[in-house]
């Protein structure tokens, strides 16, 4: 995990936030949803990386905006949640390339297309 750029500020802005609850366990089927979502993950990294693809990246209701994840940070985040830890808040770069960012469900089109050729 990248350094937290706030520790041992007294500014920081997570200072303010109430402290931890505890994190639910997750549910049998929750788990499998995150594991099938790890492994799916993975595969978009293999298929998408070499094309050019840095990860992946969702709309926020809450700010109104685009956020974007690389593979490793989905990927930790992921564990994270398996861990019983709430996934830490972090992005790739102030501005990222848009362009090398794509939605979750263009690489699950993108899969599907790979194995459709394949047969």
């Not at 995990?1 to 049998?28: G, K, Q, R, T, V």
């Not at 499998?32 to 990246?57: C, N, Y």
């Not at 972090?90 to 690489?107: G, T």
């Amino acid at each position: 995990m990248p350094l937290d750029p706030f520790a041992d500020d007294p500014n920081d802005p997570a200072s303010f936030l109430e402290p931890d609850e505890e994190f639910p366990p997750l549910s049998i089927d929750e788990r499998a949803h995150i594991l099938e979502d790890l492994t799916l993950l993975e595969k978009f990294q293999v298929a998408l990386e070499p094309r050019g693809i840095l990860g992946i990246f969702f709309y926020c209701e809450d700010c109104d905006e685009p956020h974007y994840y690389n593979w490793e940070i989905m990927k930790d985040n992921m564990r994270s949640l398996l861990g019983g830890q709430q996934s830490p808040v972090h992005e790739p770069s102030a501005q990222p390339d848009i362009n090398a960012y794509v939605p979750w469900d263009y690489c699950l089109g993108y899969l599907d297309g790979l194995d459709a050729h394949k047969s």
